[in-house]
């Protein structure tokens, strides 16, 4: 028989942290705690429900990748029979349905290292950026490369693995999930409901923060995996490259093509060949739409999400170049966070 325990991280999650230790308090045991510098309350909340709580020494940078490690390594101080591990994000609240759901997809399948399932936003309906989260969640199921910061995994393969590395400050899983690829396992998601996620994005600089966040992070993987392995390998190769694609070369392209229009046809040309190239933005969102429109609730909200994503190229991109000119500067790379 199976011992599941749970790993819950957070910082400054308040009430939504709340609701996540109290979906797991009776279904997981042992329940961990990890917090990394809170000043809300949220230490003193988990031991109230009885959860152990791990404080990280803040004199060391944060990053979820250490967060998760010092949960599990907790979780197996505190019992070593612990065979699997539901990790899960302190903004997210633990389906009832879902444990049993995973643990019975693990037992009937001995080659699966993680198991997750169906990520929802909590309140969608409150900003576009809850709505592009939640179309995000929203993957298809099936074998899959990697798995989000919810899921339910073996232990004894995460630990063999080494864990997560705790260098990166995003893009952890997938550079965790390559690593137990690559020693023959395989990561699943299931058609169940998993998590219900508080993304609260309510202005678009908070949206804009977490993109840059995510590029930063993605820059991040890619440096350290690329060259060592066949690019399709490497997690974030495609968002990385495409962010390039769409905002650097994007510009190059662009004034090439005014400067051509000018010489040839004066300021007309110049204004046509403006609009070929905004067009050209345009066709890709549409694109995307298109592809995301079996997911969403709406063409509306497809085609949002697919706006959305071409301005985030820019946004990625700010953060590759953060990135590199913190590596050149020699900085510690340390989280970013986009909730306030």
């Known amino acids: 028989m199976n011992i599941t325990g749970a790993v819950a991280i957070a910082r400054n999650e308040g009430e939504r942290l709340q609701r996540c230790l109290r979906s797991l308090v009776g279904v997981c045991a042992p329940v961990v705690y990890v917090d990394s510098g809170s000043t809300d309350g949220s230490v003193a909340f988990a031991q109230s429900l009885g959860v152990e709580v791990v404080a990280l020494d803040m004199n060391k940078p944060f990053s979820m990748a250490r967060a998760r490690n010092a949960g599990v390594a907790r979780l197996r101080e505190l019992d070593p029979a612990v065979d699997r ?37 909590r309140f969608p309906e409150k900003s576009v950026y809850n709505r592009l989260c939640d179309l ?24 063999d693995a080494g864990g997560y590395n705790e260098a990166l400050i995003a893009g952890e899983e ?12 395989v990561i699943d998601r299931i058609d169940a409901e998993m998590t219900r996620h508080d993304a609260a994005i309510h202005t678009f600089a908070s949206w804009w923060k977490r993109t840059l966040r995510g590029g930063y992070g993605a820059m991040d993987v890619f440096t350290r995996l690329h060259g060592s392995r066949p690019d399709e390998e490497v997690p974030f190769f495609h968002l990385t490259t495409s962010a390039r694609s769409w905002t650097d070369r994007w510009l190059l392209l662009t ?54 994503t ?13 990135y590199g000119r913190d590596v050149r500067a020699g900085k510690v790379i340390t989280i970013i966070e986009y909730k306030t």
């Open 255 to 308: 004034v090439l093509l005014v400067v051509a229009g000018s010489l040839a046809f004066g300021w007309r040309g110049a204004a046509v060949a403006l609009l070929v190239a905004f067009g050209l933005i345009l066709v890709q969102a549409l694109r995307i739409a298109r592809g995301v429109r079996p997911r969403a609730a709406s063409w509306r909200h497809a085609v949002e999400y697919g706006v959305f």
């Open 174 to 185: 997938p550079e965790l999930c390559l690593r137990l690829r690559q020693k023959g396992w």
């Open 136 to 159: 995000e969640w929203n993957t298809p199921v099936g074998r899959v490369n990697a798995c989000g910061g919810d899921v339910l995994m073996r232990v004894a393969p995460l630990v």
């Open 85 to 121: 591990v539901q990790l899960v994000d302190g903004d997210c609240e633990l389906d009832p349905g879902w444990l049993p759901a995973a643990n019975a997809w693990l037992d009937a399948h001995p080659g699966t290292v993680a198991v997750c399932g169906r990520r929802r936003e």
């Open 310 to 322: 071409m301005i985030g190229k820019w946004a990625q991109r700010a953060g590759q170049r953060r």
